[in-house]
């Protein structure tokens, strides 16, 4: 059974930090890139950061640039988000994905529960 068990939100001031992590089971963790995504009410789903498969390689939504920190302990099939100079605009559910694209085309995608994020100015 694929699980997505993020946690580490919360409630924190303008200018806070927090740490968000998320536990994955059910799957080869080392295969897939992960990546968050956050939703704010009444605003579409968006991508914050991505890591791939190895952790050598990571991206940024424009917004998360220089703030955000996106790694990955595959030994503990794990990732997390660094979250730093937090804003009000980063508040927000934040989800863990993790996906996958075969040779063949075939598409997996896990996604996690969700965990709160909220900033207050």
């Known amino acids: 059974q694929v699980q997505l068990v993020e946690s580490g939100g919360g409630s924190v001031q303008s200018g806070g930090s927090l740490r968000l992590s998320c536990t994955a089971s059910?799957?080869?963790?080392?295969?897939?890139?992960m990546r968050w995504f956050r939703e704010a009410p009444g605003k579409a789903r968006e991508l914050v950061a991505s890591?791939?498969?190895?952790?050598?390689?990571?991206d940024y939504a424009p917004a998360a640039q220089g703030r955000f920190s996106i790694s990955r302990d595959n030994t503990q099939n794990t990732v997390f988000l660094q979250m730093n100079s937090l804003k009000f605009e980063d508040t927000a559910e934040y989800y863990c994905?993790?996906?996958?694209?075969?040779?063949?085309?075939?598409?997996?995608?896990?996604w996690g529960q969700g965990t709160q994020v909220t900033v207050s100015s």
């Open positions: 059910g799957f080869t963790f080392g295969s897939y890139t």
């Open positions: 994905n993790a996906y996958r694209i075969t040779g063949w085309g075939i598409e997996y995608d896990y």
């Open positions: 890591i791939t498969e190895d952790g050598f390689d990571t």
